[in-house]
């Protein structure tokens, strides 16, 4: 079955830190460009970070810049976002995505961030 | 980088058309063919539903069409049923390795 499974979201002070990790099943990861994509309660969805399959293209929203660190795995078929720095603003529902060259086709059920004091 | 511009929310009654739309500028949807559509039920991640502005991936019923004019890109879903109720998501590229989504738009079948 193709997969996708985030982890690692959860409570989180301004200022501090958290990973998030997507395990991928079901297709081949080590060829997908695979996303991160957010979604803040009753808010709509914005695009955070990008790699491609072998780590050589990484690009970031203006918003993360220099804040989140994106990285891959294709040994362990998984996603990472090292989020630092974490502000009440990145409160969100936290999606990993894969990119099929048109369309982002594959995603998965979400991990909720939430920073606050 | 902006949010592209979408109504808050539509709504149309079962057998119905409606159409969403996604305005963004000469830098996004205006300039690259890369507009997609996504629906998303409560709860849930998103589904891919149009990509390249007006193309289906396999199983979407045709139903659902995309176009684009200018800066503005649109959905339709004609033959409204009630499962199409649900939040639809434009995503466009802006150049220079950077996307966009769109703010939403909340679909009420009446």
């Known amino acids: 079955e193709v997969q996708l499974v985030e982890s690692g979201g959860g409570l989180v002070k301004p200022g501090g830190s958290l990973r998030l990790s997507c395990a991928a099943s079901g297709f081949i990861f080590s060829s997908s460009t695979m996303d991160w994509v957010r979604q803040a309660p009753g808010k709509g969805l914005e695009w955070v970070s990008s790699i491609n399959r072998d780590s050589a293209y990484i690009y970031y929203a203006d918003s993360v810049k220099g804040r989140f660190t994106i990285s891959r795995d294709n040994a362990q078929n998984s996603l990472y976002l090292q989020m630092d720095s974490l502000r009440p603003g990145d409160t969100a529902v936290y999606y990993c995505?894969?990119?099929?060259?048109?369309?982002?086709?594959?995603w998965g059920h979400g991990t909720m961030v939430i920073v606050s004091s | 980088q902006s949010a592209l511009t979408q109504p808050r929310s539509v709504s149309g009654s079962p057998g119905q058309s409606v159409t969403i739309s996604c305005t963004g500028t000469s830098s996004d949807v205006g300039a690259y063919n890369y507009v997609s559509w996504y629906q998303q039920y409560p709860g849930k991640g998103p589904k891919v539903m149009i990509y390249d502005v007006s193309k289906r991936p396999s199983g979407v019923p045709d139903r659902f069409s995309g176009s684009k004019s200018g800066n503005t890109a649109s959905l339709t879903i004609s033959g409204l049923q009630a499962e199409d109720e649900a939040d639809y998501h434009c995503f466009a590229y802006a150049g220079s390795h950077i996307w966009v989504f769109g703010g939403g738009t909340k679909l009420t079948v009446l």
């Open positions: 995505a894969r990119w099929d060259g048109a369309a982002l086709d594959i």
